[in-house]
Each structure stands twice: as C-alpha cells, then as structure tokens.
C-alpha cells in the first residue's frame, strides 16, 4: 500500500514550492537559487526510456535558445543519484537533474499520481513542466509536453 499522499498541482499565480534537492553532481540546488531568473523546472518518469530520452535531448539541443531567453532548466525524478549521472553523461546534458527518491519535490508539486503505461494503470510521475517566473511564481503548468518539442513549448509560453 502506497502511503504517500496525492498532493495537489501549484496553479498559475500561484507561488511555487520551495525546493532542494542534489544534482547528478552532487550539487544542492534549492528554488531561491533561480531568483531572477526564469526557471523550467521539468519531471519525469524515468532516466533513459524513449519518452523521457526525447524530451531531455529536446532541452539539450535547444539549451542555447532556452539560455537567450534567461531560461534556465531543471530535471526532476525518483531515480537514484548515480542514474541521473549515467542519464546525464551519455547524452551530455548541459543542465541539473535532481534526485527526488522519497518524493518530497514530486509530491510538492503533485505530480505523482495514477498515469496509464501500454493500456496499465499505475502509480507514477505524470511528465510535467512548470515555467517559474524571476519571482518564483508559477506562470504556467505544462501538462503532457510534447517531448520532441519541449523547449519550444517553454519558449513559447515563457514569452506569450
């Protein structure tokens, strides 16, 4: 029996959660560290399934494009450390993934919850981005982001 509760999803207007969390370097990063800047904080599922491959290498090869328009960008799953180190190496990812194994960040911004996989129910991160403003007000909830064309998406609503 999962114990966790179903958060609810911080609304735009709306502050956003603080957070902190360690790196695939091994770094703290925390919300306040991004004021001033506008921030895409992203979560998903798994490190290196297709979906998940899709949208990182998205962000990566548009990061230069997110960058001019002071974006910056973060990444957000349950899986371990020393994941989100193999993740980020093998596809050479110029931005932070956070490891989040007991949950505390996924279920601040509720995003874990019941999600259909090949037709199955499960328990799991729903694939979601939030665009945060220079002072960490939630501007916009991406839900389902195209994972070929996410930093796109970002851009285009970061500046609509």
């Not at 919850?113 to 991160?125: C, D, P, Q, S, Y």
């Amino acid at each position: 029996m999962d114990t966790h509760k179903v958060s609810t999803m911080p609304q735009p207007g709306e502050p956003a959660p603080a957070f902190e969390g360690i790196t695939q370097n091994g770094d703290v990063i925390r919300l306040e560290d991004f004021r001033g800047k506008k921030l895409a904080l992203y979560f998903y599922p798994k490190d290196d399934t297709p979906g998940c491959t899709k949208q990182a290498c998205n962000l990566r090869d548009e990061y230069r494009l997110l960058q001019r328009g002071d974006i910056a960008v973060v990444g957000v799953s349950a899986d371990p450390v020393e994941s989100h180190q193999d993740f980020a190496e093998k596809y050479d990812l110029p931005f932070p993934l956070i490891s989040d194994p007991d949950r505390r960040i996924i279920e601040a911004y509720g995003v874990w919850g019941e999600r259909t996989l090949f037709g199955r129910k499960l328990m799991g991160i729903k694939r979601t981005t939030f665009l945060i403003d220079e002072d960490g007000i939630v501007r916009h909830v991406i839900k389902r982001p195209k994972v070929d064309a996410h930093a796109e998406e970002i851009i285009e609503k970061f500046d609509g």
